[in-house]
């Protein structure tokens, strides 16, 4: 018998229909072995050595593996292609207690859960690659170093339940600082001048835009008033209008790239509104099942044997006019991308149906049309670009410009969806010819003004982080979730903004430990565990650079540093109804809440009245809901008090004024429009765990019980 080892169960049933009866396959259910939940676990004092521990789910599972082991004539590790898997090898034999030369010890990757590429991998296997494991143990403890030193000072400046991270911590930064841009944009107003003209007696009409006036040429700031504007109009106001010159050019549109990781999470965002971790969850099933390959890559390479069906699909499918004469290939953007690793793409070309699960079959429906489209011929567009004046002394010109597609390529099957939907649709212009007169419809001036820049949605988020060299393929899902799940920033409308405490921590962060949140150092430690992975360098050498100066930093700033320079304590015209002391407004865990300021000898306080969603409504004690603008104010059925809006650690909700004598409350939710993917009947609303985290669930709970972790977004059209 022989023994091959995985992290997923999912994986044993794919794989054993492949391997025949001499083979057993056993999941590791991830990683065996981590450092300790409870402490540092990093010995700092002698070359950064790690404490690893075995979990208590991981003891019964190795104890399985350690069985088979002992009868196995070869263990096959068979963990995932990247520094992830081969790290999980690696603990998986420290577990054991086996030695990574042993003889019956063979590591074996592939890069698609296939026959071939199984049978392939089992007759090609090779050792521990200890390079790839030292720069994931290299990440780990530097990530460990970070969040274990930092966030407890955070917890003692701030407030408890914050963490800090190397990628988390930078993507917070980006996020504030695009906030404030926002805020400190200051318009400038601007003046678009256009005319809507036709062929002479043609229903067709077209829009052309001042570019020239008085032979000097208008830009798009230059018009800056409304009676700029106003002289301008009153100059063509009957003006006739005649086609000066046009001219007529092809442009060529190349198609993108296969899939990367990150660029698989853009456009699974933009074109079906799946957030990072849910396209990571749903893209690990279609591995899983064998119908995609690895999801974790940054590299845009196809294999040969994948060329060669994607070439026979198209010419298949859609014709010789779409096949290119050789193959297309592609540049990788990062540096480090490990070459011998593929693009995600399906394993079978000639599967357009992959799963029953919608969200799987429409994310593999997406990586099919990409990979296809990336080996098609260009789109071919053609460009109409006529000049037109106006029959008045200072001679102004116009510019009608309209594109249409000659030969559609690629575009048959993809087209790359767009992050913003601001752009301008391509207008359709008539055939033109040099001196033709043009009948005048109307004429335009239309007051703008420039716009500040837009706040991150999860898509541009991680475009700007992996532009930046920030975070790897494995980084950006939960990276994503973490800045949300910790309360630094939320979602509104599919957009990242800060909330209070994430520019707080910010702030704290860029001023006193600059090192942590600066783009460029955070870019250079990934790129130096990179080369650890290459064997170019020691992963404590890594560690060693950063830790000394940031632990010196550490000592000092938790000296000086003192809460009130941070936290904004605001004062309420009131005092304690117990000492008599006044109210204060305090920052906590859940939001803001008034505490006593005799504290801790004093023990009041209560939820701060705040502001709900218009669209709030809330659930009476039948179980009915009832909009919130009539509950609130309401009188309470219990003693006649008055029912206010409250924040607790569950969210928004109602309760009695007369508070903590009367303990009447009622609970609040906010209907998202979406339905229960579920049950079909009820809608899908916020609600809170017991530790305050949010999560969405049906309406109709308890007789329907779905529930999720990701905000719930209606379904962008593809």
């Excluded at 690893?52 to 292609?81: G, Q, R």
């Excluded at 841009?181 to 007696?201: D, M, Q, R, T, Y």
């Excluded at 997406?366 to 260009?378: H, P, Y």
Aim: charged share 35%; hydrophobic share 35%.
């Amino acid at each position: 018998m022989n023994l091959v080892i995985v992290e997923s169960p999912a994986k044993v049933k794919t794989i054993g229909k492949y391997l025949g009866k001499d083979y057993k396959i056993l999941a590791s259910f991830g990683h065996v072995r981590d450092l300790p939940v409870s402490e540092l676990g990093v010995n700092t004092k002698l070359n950064y050595e790690p404490k690893y521990v075995i979990p208590p789910k991981s003891k019964k599972i190795i104890s399985e593996i350690k069985t088979s082991e002992a009868k196995a004539k070869e263990i096959y590790l068979a963990t995932d292609l990247d520094r992830e898997g081969e790290a999980i090898s690696w603990h998986i034999l420290e577990a054991l207690k086996i030695k990574g030369d042993d003889p019956k010890v063979k590591r074996i990757t592939f890069a698609e859960i296939t026959k071939s590429a199984i049978e392939k991998a089992i007759k090609n296997p090779r050792k521990l690659d200890m390079n790839l494991v030292d720069s994931q143990q290299g990440r780990r403890i530097l990530d460990r170093l970070v969040g274990y030193k930092l966030s407890p000072l955070l917890w003692k400046k701030v407030k408890s339940g914050l963490s800090a991270g190397r990628v988390q911590s930078v993507a917070v930064r980006l996020v504030v600082e695009r906030e404030r841009e926002i805020k400190n944009f200051k318009p400038e107003e601007f003046w678009v001048i256009a005319v809507l003209l036709s062929k002479k007696g043609d229903e067709l009409k077209f829009k052309a835009t001042l570019i020239e006036d008085g032979g000097k040429p208008v830009k798009k700031m230059d018009i800056k008033t409304k009676k700029e504007a106003d002289n301008i109009k009153k100059k063509l106001h009957e003006a006739n209008y005649q086609v000066l010159d046009v001219t007529e050019s092809e442009s060529l549109r190349n198609p993108s790239a296969p899939f990367t990781t990150s660029t698989l999470q853009m456009e699974a965002s933009r074109k079906l509104g799946f957030s990072a971790k849910q396209t990571m969850a749903v893209a690990q099933k279609l591995y899983e099942e064998g119908h995609i390959t690895y999801m974790r890559t940054d590299s845009t390479n196809l294999s040969a044997d994948a060329l060669s069906a994607i070439r026979s699909t198209i010419l298949k499918e859609y014709g010789e006019k779409y096949l290119p004469e050789g193959v297309r290939a592609y540049q990788t953007k990062s540096k480090h991308a490990q070459e011998a690793h593929e693009a995600i793409r399906p394993t079978d070309f000639a599967k357009r149906e992959a799963s029953y699960d919608a969200r799987e079959q429409r994310l593999y429906d997406l990586i099919w049309k990409r990979t296809v489209a990336s080996q098609m011929r260009e789109a071919v567009i053609k460009i109409i670009e006529a000049k037109i004046e106006a029959n008045i002394s200072s001679k102004p010109v116009f510019l009608a410009r309209g594109e249409s597609i000659k030969f559609d390529g690629f575009i048959k099957v993809y087209t790359e969806g767009k992050d913003d939907e601001s752009e301008e649709e391509a207008i359709t212009i008539p055939e033109l010819k040099k001196e033709e007169n043009l009948d005048f419809h109307e004429l335009l001036a239309d007051q703008k003004f420039t716009e500040p820049p837009k706040r991150y949605t999860e898509a541009t988020l991680v475009k700007k982080l992996e532009s930046l060299g920030i975070g790897r393929p494995s980084t950006y899902a939960p990276t994503m979730s973490t800045i949300v799940d910790r309360g630094y920033a939320r979602l509104d409308e599919r957009r990242f903004k800060p909330e209070e405490i994430g520019e707080i921590v910010n702030d704290l962060l860029v001023e006193h430990f600059p090192e942590v949140v600066d783009y460029k150092f955070t870019a250079k430690m990934e790129d130096e565990l990179d080369d650890v992975a290459e064997g170019k360098i020691k992963w404590q050498l890594v560690i060693d650079e950063f830790y000394k100066p940031f632990e010196a930093e550490l000592e000092i700033k938790g000296k000086e540093l003192e809460k009130q320079d941070f936290v904004k304590i605001e004062e309420l015209k009131e005092k304690c109804p117990e000492c008599g002391k006044i109210l204060l407004i305090r920052p906590g865990r859940y939001g803001k809440f008034v505490a006593c300021s005799g504290y801790p000898e004093c023990k009041y306080s209560r939820p701060l009245e705040t502001k709900a969603d218009k669209k709030s409504e809330v659930i009476t004690e039948n179980g009915e809901t009832e909009k919130l603008s009539e509950a609130e104010g309401e009188k309470c059925e219990k003693c006649g008090g008055k029912m206010l809006l409250k924040e607790g650690r569950f969210g928004k909700f109602l309760a009695c004024e007369n508070y903590p004598k009367c303990k009447n409350t009622k609970t609040i939710i906010t209907p998202t429009g979406i339905k229960c993917p579920e049950c079909g009947e009820g809608d899908v609303i916020e609600r809170r765990t017991k530790k305050g985290r949010r999560f969405w669930g049906c309406s109709r709970y308890p007789s329907c019980k779905y529930a999720t972790w990701d905000e719930p977004v209606k379904e962008a059209k593809s």
